[in-house]
């Protein structure tokens, strides 16, 4: 029956098989039944299983792209531009020196995060000889983009001068210069601003804090360590 009703007449044939559809319908309906009765289950749990792996992928993006890392901030060579030194060792017991130098620093900025970090002008550098400020400098605002190691030029001056006031650091300066190394420390405090996918913003200071030694006769800069 059901071959040769399509074959033999083609106009009657379309309410035959709609017939025939129907019964065959009316057989197949029992099994349908129970997989309805089945599929809310199955439904539930598949719905439950991507909603756990939605949130462990959404937990993982978080945690690997919306975290934001503070950068940092390390010389790498700091050159000597200028440099001119002298020792007044006064008869008594008191001598001093003076001690100017231009140094221009390279620093790298390594920014881990999945976003820019933009930092103004005007970071403020100090350098630091003993416990005293000796002179100091300042880095020109900049940017270092997502997961980029970006080049920073910082200028930084020697000046004795501003040791005037520390008897004990002017003291050490003249033995210090008179033996021809002098030991500083570059620190700085960058602030700049992290943004990750456009709208996630958040501060962070990235910190700079080198230590070198200052060769005079060689007027270079050598031993230099960043924490
Ligand atoms: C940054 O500051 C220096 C001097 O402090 C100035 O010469 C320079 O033009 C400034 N740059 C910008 C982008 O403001
Ligand atoms: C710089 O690093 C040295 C050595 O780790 C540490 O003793 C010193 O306190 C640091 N300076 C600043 C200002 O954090």
Redesign the pocket.
């Known amino acids: 029956m059901p071959e040769g009703g399509p074959t033999r007449p083609i106009a009657p044939s379309g309410p035959r098989l709609r017939s025939d559809d129907v019964e065959l319908a009316h057989f197949a309906k029992p099994p349908p039944g129970r997989n309805q009765r089945r599929s809310p289950g199955k439904c539930f749990v598949y719905t439950l299983a991507l909603i756990v792996i939605l949130c462990a992928a959404f937990l993982g993006f978080a945690v690997t792209v919306l975290r934001v890392k503070t950068p940092e901030l390390r010389l790498r060579r700091v050159d000597v531009k200028t440099l001119s030194y002298s020792t007044a060792a006064a008869a008594g017991a008191s001598s001093s020196a003076s001690l100017t130098a231009a140094l221009v620093g390279e620093a790298v900025l390594r920014n881990t995060n999945f976003g820019g970090f933009e930092f103004s002008?005007?970071t403020a550098v100090n350098l630091i000889y003993g416990d005293a400020a000796l002179g100091g400098g300042?880095i020109?605002?900049g940017r270092a983009g997502a997961r980029e190691r970006a080049r920073v030029t910082v200028k930084m001056e020697v000046r004795s001068s501003e040791l005037a006031a520390d008897v004990d650091g002017s003291r050490n300066l003249a033995s210090d210069v008179g033996s021809g190394t002098v030991k500083l420390t570059s620190y700085a405090k960058m602030r700049g601003r992290v943004t990750v996918l456009g709208w996630i913003k958040r501060w962070r200071t990235a910190e700079m804090n080198c230590t070198m030694s200052l060769e005079l006769p060689g007027r270079i800069v050598r031993d230099l360590q960043c924490n």
């Open positions: 002008n005007g300042k020109e605002g």
